[in-house]
């Protein structure tokens, strides 16, 4: 009964355990398609506040640093989602391609923050003019990466989506098998409960006789240690 127990256990665990990985890919599905639509929202902010900035209608540059920690949460965000599901789903071609864009976009990053604090920062309006063209065209090249990204991810969510609703019929297969197991031991240890009853069965008509003086009878009981040790005691 233990070694039944254990492996019935250890195999739906198992099924569990499968089934929490692709709750979890689905969920990095999401966070990257998340991540993806953030980083576009700020880098499409930034540039506006620049150009705001550039032509007086912001006082300061605060409007803008104000998108500079979200779009850095978004773009560490998009490198957990892309390593996390490149390395789970393994040579899938397209997530190659993810890996890709996502290395061109941590190549133009850094270039993009130089040239962003240099507009914030410098003073000189024809040299800081040089540098918001130069975080415009940056940040429009990572915009490409990013677009080719969110456009694939696009069909991967549809398909995402599609299998979403399968996850709850596999969690109740897996609690059913949960449910038949219990039962099956329950069951499995009732019957040997009432089986271990059978030698008192046996030895009821001879405890009898012998009440009533009879000293003769044979008593027929089973093979077994217990009762070859219970005939003998007799």
């Keep these: 009964v233990s070694v039944?127990?254990?492996?019935?256990?250890?195999?739906s665990e198992r099924?569990?355990?499968?089934?929490d990985e692709e709750v979890e890919l689905y969920n990095q599905h999401v966070s990257l398609l998340y991540n993806s639509h953030e980083v576009i929202y700020h880098i499409t902010a930034i540039q506006e506040g620049i150009y705001s900035y550039e032509y007086g209608t912001f006082k300061n540059a605060e409007p803008i640093k104000a998108h500079f920690k979200?779009?850095?949460?978004?773009?560490?965000?998009?490198?957990d989602g892309i390593s996390y599901i490149f390395y789970s789903r393994g040579d899938d071609d397209a997530f190659k391609d993810y890996a890709n864009y996502l290395e061109a976009i941590q190549n133009l990053y850094p270039k993009f923050k130089v040239q962003l604090n240099e507009v914030v920062s410098t003073v000189d309006a024809r040299e800081r003019r040089k540098h918001i063209e130069e975080t415009i065209e940056i940040s429009e090249r990572m915009e490409f990466f990013l677009n080719e990204i969110d456009k694939h991810m696009d069909g991967e969510y549809t398909?995402?989506?599609a299998f979403l609703p399968t996850i709850t019929a596999k969690m109740r297969w897996i609690r059913n098998i949960t449910g038949i197991l219990f039962l099956g031991?329950?069951?499995?240890?009732?019957v040997m409960f009432f089986n271990s009853c059978k030698s008192f069965k046996r030895m009821s008509p001879y405890l009898s006789a012998i009440k009533e003086g009879i000293y003769n009878v044979k008593v027929e009981l089973g093979d077994t240690p217990c009762e070859r040790a219970l005939q003998s005691t007799i």
């Design 4 to 11: 039944l127990f254990l492996i019935i256990y250890l195999t």
């Design 15 to 19: 099924l569990a355990k499968k089934l």
């Design 70 to 79: 979200p779009l850095e949460q978004g773009m560490e965000g998009i490198s």
């Design 159 to 161: 398909a995402v989506k």
């Design 185 to 190: 031991v329950i069951v499995i240890l009732s």
